[in-house]
T-cell receptor, first 115, second 110 residues
Framework: DADVTQTPRNRITKTGKRIMLECSQT?????MYWYRQDPGLGLRLIYY???????NKGEISDGYSVSRQAQAKFSLSLESAIPNQTALYFC??????????????FGEGSRLTVL | AQRVTQPEKLLSVFKGAPVELKCNYSYSGSPELFWYVQYSRQRLQLLLRHISRESIKGFTADLNKGETSFHLKKPFAQEEDSAMYYCALSGLGAGNMLTFGGGTRLMVKP
């Protein structure tokens, strides 16, 4: 079954450490996104990519960077983690082709705790 | 700028009661509106889109451009409807980038 997979699912780290969250997908979608979920704030867009050579900042990109290694892989990095980056992070994909319905397909989320 | 507001963080109803989850938006152009749902231990998934004008799991939502609202309704709530619901907006041509509301947790009591 075509899927969106995130690793790690849970991570606890310390302030100042570098962290990478990885996302891979087998849906064959060109568009990939990283969102952050905080209680009461919903999901906020961090970065998005429309293809391998395309990277765009979202609403809250400060403190984050991304890498689109291949169509199927989109990684999110925190160069120097801080406690207010403690959150649940979601990767998502979408299909811009003829079947484009505007729907996003989400991974299961990566819970990051920064102490 | 586009914005989505869900005024209720928690909505608690009894089984069989009607449900309305409120969503208001601000956007200067023609928006596409969505409702996403996250059941316990499941990933976030699309519930319905205003363009489809469909009823999913008994839920419907009507886009009211005059009131800039897209409320989600169900006449008779079921316990399995308990979940986190997010209203989301995509601007026309925005490449599926969704702006989400803060979410409403629906609890349906037996």
């Amino acid at each position: 079954d075509a899927d969106v997979t995130q690793t790690p699912r849970n991570r606890i780290t310390k302030t100042g450490k570098r962290i990478m969250l990885e996302c891979s997908q087998t849906k064959g979608h060109d568009r990939m996104y990283w969102y952050r979920q905080d209680p009461g704030l919903g999901l906020r867009l961090i970065y998005y990519s429309f293809d391998v050579k395309d990277i765009n900042k979202g609403e809250i990109s400060d403190g984050y960077s991304v890498s689109r290694q291949a169509q199927a892989k989109f990684s999110l990095s925190l160069e120097s983690a801080i406690p207010n980056q403690t959150a649940l992070y979601f990767c998502a994909t979408s299909d811009p082709g003829p079947a484009n319905t505007g729907e996003l397909f989400f991974g299961e989320g990566s819970r990051l705790t920064v102490l | 700028a586009q914005r989505v507001t869900q005024p209720e963080k928690l909505l608690s109803v009894f089984k069989g009661a009607p449900v309305e989850l409120k969503c208001n938006y601000s956007y200067s152009g023609s928006p596409e509106l969505f409702w996403y749902v996250q059941y316990s231990r499941q990933r976030l998934q699309l519930l319905l889109r205003h363009i489809s004008r469909e009823s999913i799991k008994g839920f419907t939502a009507d886009l009211n451009k005059g009131e800039t609202s897209f409320h989600l309704k169900k006449p008779f709530a079921q316990e399995e409807d308990s979940a986190m619901y997010y209203c989301a907006l995509s601007g026309l041509g925005a490449g599926n980038m969704l702006t989400f509301g803060g979410g409403t947790r629906l609890m349906v009591k037996p």
